[in-house]
């Protein structure tokens, strides 16, 4: 959906380079999730927030860091990255919507390769 | 953490086939969605089933939660090449309300 967009698409970057993927929603969703994707894995959560103030780790957050700017804006952060973080992407926002789980809008996606 | 399974992680079927993807758990699963993404593509919702042995169709795909909710299935009746992608299951519920625990996928491939 246009409504959740990343940037950048693509990005070729090496060993020990910081790196700062984008993620930013006109959905007014208060939820946003970042995943990565590998063959054979599925999809893998490094982080969530649930609202501005809320920053939480996901199953696979190390080397990883989150910044909540905005309700509108969610940074995924490789302080320093290694070849096993190429994979692809995704950027995720849900609206909270009491205790059921609400459907997830994925953005197009980030294919990060780190040589 | 809790792990849904999802199995067969391949299926290549010719053009009017079925097919079907499971997704099985080994605790009880409060509710699932099941999710599409086209090769190139984002994965994009489905559908979500809640309660124990509920039944869903979306025209030719066919949703079904087990009786004692650990385990779910996607059929799809006559393939097109429309169909062609990675179908993933999830996990939505227990304590993390709001977060997803995604299968491994199933990838389909459609031969015309």
């Known amino acids: 959906d246009a409504d959740v967009t990343q940037t950048p698409r693509n990005r070729i970057t090496k060993t020990g380079k910081r790196i700062m993927l984008e993620c930013s929603q006109t959905k007014g969703h208060d939820r946003m999730y970042w995943y990565r994707q590998d063959p054979g894995l599925g999809l893998r959560l490094i982080y969530y927030s649930f609202d501005v103030k809320d920053i939480n780790k996901g199953e696979i957050s190390d080397g990883y860091s989150v910044s909540r700017q905005a309700q509108a804006k969610f940074s995924l952060s490789l302080e320093s990255a290694i070849p096993n973080q190429t994979a692809l992407y995704f950027c995720?926002?849900?609206?909270?919507?009491?205790?059921?789980?609400?459907?997830?809008?994925f953005g197009p996606g980030t294919r990060l390769t780190v040589l | 953490g809790q792990q849904v399974m999802q199995i067969p992680q391949y299926q290549h079927v010719q053009e009017g086939e079925d097919f079907t993807t499971y997704c099985n758990s080994s605790t009880t699963l409060s509710n699932i969605q099941w999710y599409k993404q086209r090769p190139g593509g984002h994965p994009v919702f489905l559908i979500q089933?809640?309660?124990?042995?509920e039944v869903k169709k979306q025209k030719r795909l066919t949703f079904q939660f087990g009786e004692a909710k650990k385990n779910s299935s996607l059929h799809i009746t006559a393939t097109q090449t429309t169909d062609v992608g990675t179908y993933f299951c999830a996990d939505g519920g227990g304590t993390s309300y709001g977060k997803l625990t995604f299968g491994q996928g199933t990838i389909l491939t459609v031969h015309p």
């Open positions: 089933l809640v309660k124990s042995g």
């Open positions: 995720a926002t849900s609206d909270l919507g009491g205790q059921s789980t609400d459907t997830q809008y």
